[in-house]
C-alpha cells in the first residue's frame, strides 16, 4: 500500500505566523537568530510525513499570473507578508529540499494550482494521496484514492474523503453536496 502527501504550504506559514503576532506561540531563537518561523512549519511537514517514512510532496506559491490578468482576483485578500517573510519561506524551502522532500515552485503558479497538478499525475503511481491545505477548491480532487486533510483554524485537521464526503461539505458549506460536486457548487 503506496502513499504520498502532497501539502499546500502557504497557508502553514500565515497560520503560524498569526499565532505569534497574537502572542499564542514561544518565540524561538538559536544562536541569536529567531527560528520561530522556521522550527514551527518544518516540524508540521515532517509530522504529516511521520519523520521521513511518507514520501512528502511540499508545494509553494508564486506569483500568480490571474492576478495579473485580472486585478479583481483575490483583490479583497491583504498580503500580510514582507520581504522578511519571503526570506524565511525560501529558506524554508531551500531546508526541506535539503533534507529530501520534493519541493515545487513554478513562476507563476500558485499552490494549489501544483497540488492539484501532482495529484492528477500520481494517482496511477500511488494508492493513497492526501493533501493537506486549507483551500475547500481542493476538494474537487477527492476520489477513491484521494484525501483532503483541510485545515479549519478553530478545530484543526479535517478528513474529507470519499466515505464522508457529503457529511463533511455539509457541515462547511451548510448546503447537501454530493460527491464530485464541488465545481458545479463554487460556479
Avoid at 504550504?9 to 500565515?14: G, L, S
Avoid at 492539484?116 to 484514492?145: C, G, P
Wanted: net charge neutral.
Amino acid at each position: 500500500n503506496s502513499r504520498i502527501n502532497i501539502v499546500d504550504f502557504q497557508y502553514i506559514y500565515y497560520k503560524y505566523i498569526n499565532l505569534i503576532r497574537i502572542g499564542k506561540l514561544r518565540q524561538l531563537s538559536f544562536d541569536g537568530k529567531d527560528t520561530t518561523m522556521l522550527y514551527y512549519p518544518l516540524k508540521e511537514i515532517e509530522g504529516f510525513s511521520e519523520k521521513g517514512t511518507i514520501k512528502t510532496c511540499v508545494c509553494f506559491d508564486s506569483k500568480a499570473e490571474k492576478k495579473e490578468m485580472d486585478a479583481s482576483y483575490k483583490s479583497n485578500r491583504k498580503s500580510t507578508l514582507g520581504d522578511e517573510d519571503y526570506n524565511r519561506i525560501d529558506e524554508i524551502r531551500d531546508i526541506l529540499k535539503e533534507v529530501g522532500y520534493e519541493v515545487y515552485k513554478v513562476d507563476g503558479y500558485e499552490a494549489d494550482d501544483l497540488v492539484a497538478s501532482l495529484t492528477n499525475s500520481l494517482k496511477d503511481k500511488y494508492d493513497e494521496i492526501h493533501i493537506y491545505t486549507v483551500d475547500k477548491d481542493l476538494l474537487q480532487l477527492i476520489d477513491s484514492k484521494v484525501t483532503v486533510h483541510l485545515f479549519r483554524a478553530s478545530k484543526g485537521y479535517m478528513e474529507v474523503n470519499k466515505r464522508n464526503f457529503a457529511e463533511c461539505t455539509e457541515k462547511l458549506f451548510k448546503v447537501y453536496i454530493p460527491f464530485n460536486m464541488v465545481k458545479v457548487f463554487k460556479s
